[in-house]
């Protein structure tokens, strides 16, 4: 067995897959615990799911224009970033629950991009299947978009870094976030727009539905262990690596889905986790 992973870890695409899952569990691990702290679990799954119209658009543009600079992932960014602007909203939130606007935007984005995508000429070589899109292809990862993910996330972590106070101001008391003159419209602006960045990084590792569950089971595991903010972004890194480390070598073995196995591997240690969590944490 250590041979065989010993021979996996020398090919050029595994070490790819290990990367991107890296920069993935980090940056999921920190704004994941945002995401479940805030209850925003929903709105973030409706950012993926939006995201897929963005998807579907680019495949579209490419198609039918010739934008061969029109990359999917530049799409789900435009659509990601406009979700997260409406959804942090004052102005929605004040005339629309927010459950409703979220299912709204949810169906139509999905629908958005099933109907680019079925627009798209079939016999198109650019365009992934609609299942890779859905639950993710690690195996696809070029090098470029290592570059990409990097940079996505060193920008992430560096925000998140510098308004660690406001955030956490905004995250446990509103009212006082208010009261001491923060801008809390444009700090759950800023909050939103880096969810959805996180988002679409997650969208490349394990596919849009499956998106919810590395912004998410990290962080549930942690937060059994701490109740400590930066505390539990440390263990909810540490949590999704361990996941998307055992997901991706599981499916190399055992050439199975990439995207699935690392989301079975992180709800198999929730439930130890959910046994024990509280009575040791």
């Known amino acids: 067995?250590?041979?065989?992973?010993?021979?996996?870890?020398?090919?050029?695409?595994?070490?790819?897959?290990?990367?991107?899952?890296?920069?993935?569990?980090?940056?999921?691990?920190?704004?994941?615990?945002?995401?479940?702290?805030?209850?925003?679990?929903?709105?973030?799954?409706?950012?993926?799911?939006?995201?897929?119209?963005g998807i579907g658009l680019a495949y579209l543009l490419q198609d039918k224009l010739n934008w061969g600079w029109m990359d999917p992932m530049?799409?789900?960014?435009?659509?990601?970033?406009?979700?997260?602007?409406?959804?942090?909203?004052d102005f929605?939130?004040?005339?629309?629950?927010q459950d409703s606007s979220v299912g709204v935007l949810w169906v139509i984005g999905m629908a958005t991009g099933i109907l680019f995508l079925n627009l798209v000429d079939k016999t198109s070589t650019t365009v992934q299947e609609p299942t890779s899109i859905l639950f993710g292809n690690i195996l696809l990862i070029e090098k470029f978009d290592l570059y990409v993910f990097a940079g996505l996330t060193l920008g992430i972590l560096l925000?998140?870094?510098?308004?660690?106070?406001?955030?956490?101001?905004?995250?446990f008391d509103e009212e006082f976030a208010k009261i001491s003159g923060l801008s809390t419209g444009g700090l759950?602006?800023?909050?939103?727009?880096?969810?959805?960045?996180?988002?679409?990084i997650l969208i490349k590792v394990v596919g849009v539905i499956l998106v919810i569950a590395m912004l998410t089971i990290p962080p549930a595991i942690s937060s059994l262990?701490?109740?400590?903010?930066?505390?539990?972004?440390?263990?909810?890194?540490i949590v999704g690596l361990v996941g998307s480390f055992l997901g991706i070598f599981s499916s190399l073995l055992f050439?199975?889905?990439p995207g699935p196995m690392i989301v079975l591997w992180l709800g198999g240690m929730f439930l130890p986790a959910f046994a024990f969590g509280r009575k040791f944490g």
Do not use: C
């Open 225 to 237: 262990f701490s109740n400590k903010l930066s505390t539990t972004m440390v263990l909810a890194v």
């Open 1 to 53: 067995m250590i041979q065989e992973l010993t021979e996996l870890i020398s090919y050029p695409f595994v070490q790819r897959m290990l990367i991107a899952g890296f920069l993935a569990s980090v940056v999921g691990g920190v704004i994941g615990t945002y995401v479940v702290v805030n209850r925003v679990v929903v709105m973030s799954g409706g950012i993926a799911h939006i995201a897929f119209g």
């Open 159 to 171: 925000i998140v870094f510098i308004f660690f106070r406001d955030f956490k101001i905004l995250t």
């Open 74 to 89: 530049i799409g789900a960014v435009i659509f990601a970033l406009a979700s997260g602007a409406i959804f942090s909203s």
């Open 92 to 97: 929605l939130r004040s005339r629309v629950r």
């Open 188 to 200: 759950n602006l800023l909050l939103f727009s880096l969810i959805a960045l996180t988002v679409v």
């Open 255 to 257: 050439d199975t889905p």
